[in-house]
């Protein structure tokens, strides 16, 4: 009994401190690598965030030259510029060169004839440049000049009435060869936003000579919404940085310029993420860039996207997790220690009643013990094995059904991504001859009207209505293209804000026909998609308000309420009302509710309904 103390004890605290070093030092090891892993794997997420913005800030460019473009092709502009270049070709050069600088100096100083700003003001292809600035709210202000750098049309006032003796139409211009001319970002102090100037030179088709310049002035912050709302974290942050140094944008306001160039070089070189010294905050953060905008048309500095997150809030779960380890450890050691003590003591006595009896039987005391032949546990080890074994065979019959499953569905997906690409293609198409017509109906009944009888103007009138319904029909198409296509970036959204933002764009309208509007208040906050979130309950809105019954006291409620694992939200109304059947069919594409007399392209509702879909 003297040596089976002795090994007792001996047990009992190699297992103390076997068990204590099984906590103490995978700890240890696991905090070091924790960290690391943790750092890379922000790092990594905001590597990819960084070159998902710049990809997505490209697009956005490149989309919104691709609309001037269209505005450059327009017949009824290069038609106009045409007309207006003719006086060069058949005047007095140095008469013409007298008068531009007469009227340029009246227009900087404000003493133009009202009759002569009107002519430039308020022509058919300034009523034209101001619907596209309607349609795209981007848009700050769009203004076209003829061959000679004379202003014949503006959205609105600008300084200058001459303009071949500025940067960006010297360099749109080429001497004549024409380019694209995407200037530097620059802060618009009249407007107090940052802005980017797009200029494209207008081309005539038949000898491709260039007739003029139009120039497109961005609201680059209202541009770049959508993938500057991205939400980081609240220790995160993200700037548009030019190679100097400059931080033009950021999440959280305008910055100072960055004065450090060893970490500027850092944002120029880096190719996966960093770790460093924050030069706005004195804080350590791991940060990510990318470049964006391509150099072969955009003449200013290079631009970044910098993506940057708190180092000491990126590993906080890591400390956490690390201590709740460690505490549980210690709690396990503790619960080891006092079971050890009683097991250890069973099993030495179990030990010491088996070396007794097998004493006794080396003696022939007693008889030899038999062992027991049950082999219930082997049967049940038996059973499971089959078990397991079936298991495996259905799993792999699974695999092969899951895996033509997976084949059907990309098919699917990819004929929708054609359709959308179909209707996106068919609607860019139809687009500029739809605003070709609307242009020249404006003409004739502009220039024309007293030459027509009142049958005449009625059809005029009858293709105005046409073609405004045609267009929308067109910009609601491009949209539901979109809504289908485009990548969604998902964030926590306070819908509260969210419908702040919406009601404010119908505010007047809701005044005008006094409609009680009302917005529970709390309403749960979701995790999707900002920019589609917004059309939603735009969508939704509008058309409360479009089929409100002004005879009743109108009124719009929208709040929400859990329904299972989602949250639904609702927007009710005491407006016309619609049939049982109609409620059916009303998000199907096109179709409209009849007898109503209210205009509208039934497309609205099926891109509300895609946008939801697209989210579960």
Request: glycine residues 6%; neutral net charge.
């Amino acid at each position: 009994m003297i040596m089976l103390k002795g090994l007792k004890n001996e047990l009992y605290f190699k297992t103390i401190g076997i068990c204590a070093s099984a906590i103490i030092i995978p700890c240890i090891i696991f905090y070091f690598s924790i960290t690391k892993n943790t750092t890379q794997m922000v790092g990594g997420n905001l590597k990819g965030i960084s070159e998902r913005t710049s990809y997505n800030f490209n697009a956005i460019i490149k989309h919104e030259i691709e609309q001037i473009e269209d505005l450059a092709k327009n017949s009824l502009i290069i038609w106009f510029i045409n007309k207006k270049n003719k006086r060069y070709a058949i005047g007095n050069q140095e008469e013409i060169k007298r008068e531009i600088n007469e009227i340029d100096k009246k227009w900087i100083d404000g003493s133009l004839p009202q009759e002569l700003f009107d002519n430039i003001i308020k022509n058919p292809i300034s009523i034209l440049l101001r619907n596209n600035t309607n349609y795209n709210i981007n848009y700050m202000e769009i203004f076209v000049t003829d061959k000679k750098g004379v202003l014949i049309a503006s959205t609105n006032r600008t300084s200058d009435y001459y303009q071949a003796d500025e940067k960006w139409w010297q360099k749109a211009y080429n001497n004549g060869n024409g380019r694209k001319y995407v200037d530097k970002i620059g802060f618009d102090s009249s407007a107090n936003v940052y802005s980017l100037d797009i200029c494209l030179p207008i081309k005539y088709s038949t000898d491709n000579s260039v007739i003029g310049i139009v120039k497109v002035v961005l609201d680059i912050k209202k541009a770049l919404y959508p993938i500057f709302s991205e939400n980081i974290d609240k220790a995160g942050n993200m700037w548009l940085v030019s190679s100097d140094g400059t931080s033009i944008i950021s999440q959280t306001g305008f910055v100072k310029k960055i004065n450090n160039d060893e970490f500027m070089n850092k944002i120029i070189n880096n190719q996966s993420f960093f770790v460093s010294d924050s030069p706005f905050l004195k804080k350590k953060m791991i940060f990510a860039s990318e470049p964006v905008i391509q150099k072969d048309f955009f003449t200013g500095d290079q631009l970044y996207v910098l993506i940057s997150q708190n180092f000491s809030e990126a590993i906080k779960p890591a400390k956490k997790l690390i201590s709740s380890i460690f505490l549980t450890g210690f709690i396990v050691l503790m619960v080891v220690i006092y079971f050890s003590r009683e097991f250890l003591g069973r099993l030495l006595s179990v030990i010491d009643t088996i070396q007794k009896g097998m004493d006794k039987i080396g003696y022939g005391r007693e008889p030899v013990p038999v062992l027991s032949e049950d082999k219930d546990e082997l049967d049940n080890l038996t059973v499971a094995f089959n078990n397991m074994a079936k298991a495996i065979k259905e799993r792999d019959d699974l695999k092969v059904d899951k895996s033509e499953l997976e084949i059907i569905s990309k098919e699917l997906i990819d004929k929708n991504v054609e359709l959308g690409e179909f209707i996106y293609s068919i609607s860019h198409d139809l687009r500029a001859p739809v605003v070709s017509i609307s242009g020249y109906s404006s003409i004739l009944m502009e220039e024309y009207a007293d030459k027509l009888d009142e049958e005449g103007i009625k059809y005029l009138k009858r293709i105005n209505e046409n073609t405004a319904f045609m267009e929308q029909l067109i910009h609601d198409l491009i949209d539901l293209s979109r809504a289908e296509k485009i990548n969604y970036v998902y964030q926590d959204l306070n819908i509260s804000e969210i419908l702040e933002v919406v009601s404010s764009q119908f505010r007047e309208e809701i005044r005008k026909k006094k409609i009680d509007f009302v917005v529970k208040s709390k309403l749960h906050k979701i995790y999707a998609d900002k920019t589609k979130v917004i059309q939603v309950f735009n969508n939704l809105i509008g058309n409360a308000i479009k089929y409100i019954n002004t005879n009743n006291a109108p009124r719009i409620e929208i709040g929400g309420e859990m329904e299972g694992d989602f949250y639904k939200f609702y927007i009710k109304d005491n407006g016309i009302g619609m049939s049982k059947s109609d409620q059916e069919k009303i998000f199907k594409l096109f179709y409209r509710i009849e007898g109503t007399g209210i205009s509208g392209t039934g497309v609205g509702l099926n891109i509300v309904k895609k946008i939801v879909e697209r989210h579960q």
